[in-house]
């Protein structure tokens, strides 16, 4: 990895599922709220502690197998939490 060189302040965030870095429009965010409420964020302009994961399939559904959110925002989502993602993953892809 090279460090140090003055970029452009791109956008990239790491998918929690693969941890691939990808660019913030290839993923979904989920953000945890200041009032501890979590939702998944579409405009990814909701302030908060945001979480995210690749708008695919594959990784939508390791989330939900896994879990992969619960460690994050260090809660117990419902599944139905999980399911709304890969919902909202089917949309968009
Ligand atoms: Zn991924």
């Known amino acids: 990895m090279s460090r140090g060189k003055a ?53 939508a559904a390791a989330l939900k197998k896994r879990h992969g959110f619960d460690k994050t925002f260090k809660t117990k989502l419902p599944a139905e939490f999980y399911d709304a993602i890969c919902a909202a993953v089917d949309a968009a892809v």
């Open 7 to 59: 970029t452009k302040p791109i956008e990239l965030r790491r998918c929690v599922v693969c941890r691939q870095v990808r660019h913030k429009s290839e993923l979904l965010r989920a953000v945890k709220t200041s009032d501890g409420k979590i939702s998944i964020d579409g405009a990814t302009k909701t302030f908060g502690r945001g979480a995210y994961v690749c708008k695919s399939q594959a990784c």
